[in-house]
Each structure stands twice: as structure tokens, then as C-alpha cells.
């Protein structure tokens, strides 16, 4: 009997969080390593179905890195990133397509059902969900010093989310599977880093909550040292740690659309690792999280 107990006064113990988010939307961006393993999914996907089920909104925006990177070593492609962004040319756009639209985005629509919840594939490129241009060159700096401005080919700069196509997904009390393709207004169809888009639909959804679930545990203040790990960041010590090249290469998109979102009106972002069991529930619905949140 005390078993039960215990267990309704967990569920107690979360419903002033609940009472709090429902009707709020929550704007989850999945990827890394976290993906790859079925354990770690169907886990994170069962707590989406959860949230969805006790009045929360969530929009889920999924990456696919390593499943694009399997898939390009399978056509003899190389793999390439500059700060943080992956170096598409054209027979790797096709490939970033078709394995985020036809495989990833299939896959989590499909779990979500198979768990009991509804939800709806959106890519991008669907009626010109996120309209993109042609990012600019990168600037890297080289072994010897020297900088180099990188062509990245075939990545989008976000121009605009058409954000009533997922408010209306939402209304349908379905979960937004959104694949970060983008499209600009010639057709051109564009990779675009899906940290930068959770960040910019959050920002136009004026979400409650922009929740990164990836492979890192949060962020520390000395990448060697997990002892440094922070709870808690304001935006301006963020800078800190940009301009002393403590956060930088793929965890900078992550970054930026945090620091974007806060200033644009969410609430709160969080960088939690999507292994731990449950770490979605237990950042939103307990007091003291699992990650790194970074707020105003």
C-alpha cells in the first residue's frame, strides 16, 4: 500500500506545475545522440504524449545529425561544419531532406501515435512553414591563425515562421512535428539548423518554455571539469563564456537561440541531456530541473 502512496503523492506533488502550464506552450528541440538509441526516444516521446495529455502544448523540433551524417557516408559524402553548421552542397541537401522528412520527422509522428497521442508532421518547406534565404559565408579561424570566409552552400537564415500553420496544429490538439527544412520564395529549398529554428518558434509562439534535450548535461563553466556544471545563467554571463570560448562549435546555434528567445519574451530556455530518464518531466514539473536554464 505505501508503494501506491508514494506514487499518488508524486502526482500530488506535480499538480501545482500542471495547474500552471496548462493551456501554455512548451517548444521542445531533440537531437544528438539522445535520438539514436529507441530507449532514449520512446522515453522522451512518452513524456510529450504526458504533457499533451494533462493540457500542455508542445511543439516538437527535431535535428537528425546523425542519421543525415550515416546516410551521406553511405553515398560517399563527406561531413564538414563550420561554427556549429553543416557545409550542404547540393547532393547533400537532397539527402538532408529526404532522411529528415521521409525518415526522422516519419518516425517520431509515428511513436507519438503508437503511444496514444496525435500528433502531425510539418516540414518546413510545407507551405512555406519557415521561409529562408541563403545564409552568408562563415567566418573560421585556421590552425595558423588566419581567417576564412566558408561558403556553407545549401544552409537557410531564417527569414520568417509562418507560426499560424502550427497554431492551428495545436487548436487540433495535436503535437507539431516540425523538420527543419527551409524555402525561400523561388522554391529553393534550404538545411537550417533546427537550434536556431526552436529558438525563432518559440519566439513567435511566445512560448512558456524552450527546452533543448541533446547529448550534454547542461553547460559548465570549464568543459573538462563536469564539477562546474551551472544550474542557472543570466544572459550576460552566456557572453562571458561565448567571448572566452568556453561555449562554442555546435553547442553556439543552442546559444544563440536561447539568448534569442529570452530577449524576444520566453520565459525561460533549458539545456538538459535527453539520456536521463524523464528529464523533460522533471525540468518542467519539479523545482529544481536537471539542466542549465538561462533566463533574463
Not at 506514487?7 to 545522440?33: C, D, H, M, W
Not at 551524417?69 to 561544419?81: D, I, V
Request: charged content about 25%.
Amino acid at each position: 500500500m505505501e508503494e501506491y502512496i508514494e506514487k499518488a503523492a508524486v502526482l500530488i506533488e506535480a499538480l501545482p506545475y500542471i495547474q500552471s502550464f496548462r493551456n501554455k506552450t512548451v517548444v521542445i528541440k531533440f537531437g544528438g545522440s539522445a535520438m539514436v538509441l529507441d530507449e532514449y526516444l520512446e522515453c522522451v516521446l512518452r513524456d510529450i504524449v504526458f504533457l499533451e495529455c494533462v493540457g500542455v502544448n508542445p511543439v516538437l523540433v527535431h535535428g537528425g545529425g546523425d542519421a543525415i551524417s550515416t546516410r551521406m557516408r553511405e553515398f560517399g559524402l563527406s561531413t564538414r561544419f563550420a561554427q556549429g553548421l553543416r557545409v550542404t552542397d547540393a547532393d547533400a541537401i537532397r539527402v538532408v531532406e529526404d532522411v529528415l522528412v521521409n525518415s526522422v520527422n516519419k518516425k517520431l509522428v509515428d511513436t507519438i501515435k503508437k503511444f496514444g497521442g496525435d500528433a502531425k508532421g510539418m516540414s518546413g518547406k510545407d507551405d512555406q512553414l519557415i521561409l529562408s534565404r541563403k545564409h552568408p559565408p562563415v567566418r573560421c579561424v585556421q590552425a595558423n591563425g588566419s581567417i576564412e570566409e566558408i561558403d556553407i552552400g545549401f544552409v537557410g537564415e531564417i527569414q520568417k515562421i509562418r507560426k499560424e500553420l502550427i497554431v492551428e496544429t495545436i487548436k487540433q490538439e495535436k503535437v507539431a512535428v516540425v523538420a527543419p527544412i527551409g524555402v525561400d520564395k523561388n522554391g529553393t529549398v534550404y538545411n537550417v539548423n533546427a537550434d536556431l529554428v526552436a529558438g525563432k518558434i518559440a519566439a513567435e509562439l511566445k512560448a512558456e518554455k524552450l527546452v533543448f534535450l541533446s547529448d550534454v548535461h547542461g553547460i559548465m563553466t570549464d568543459r573538462d571539469d563536469s564539477e562546474t556544471f551551472v544550474s542557472s545563467l543570466k544572459i550576460e554571463d552566456v557572453y562571458s563564456l561565448i567571448d572566452n570560448g568556453i561555449i562554442s562549435e555546435g553547442m553556439l546555434p543552442k546559444i544563440w537561440a536561447c539568448i534569442g528567445a529570452v530577449e524576444a519574451g520566453v520565459n525561460k530556455t533549458h539545456i538538459i541531456d535527453g539520456r536521463i530518464r524523464h528529464s523533460l518531466l522533471l525540468e518542467i514539473f519539479t523545482d529544481k530541473g536537471v539542466g542549465t536554464e538561462i533566463v533574463p
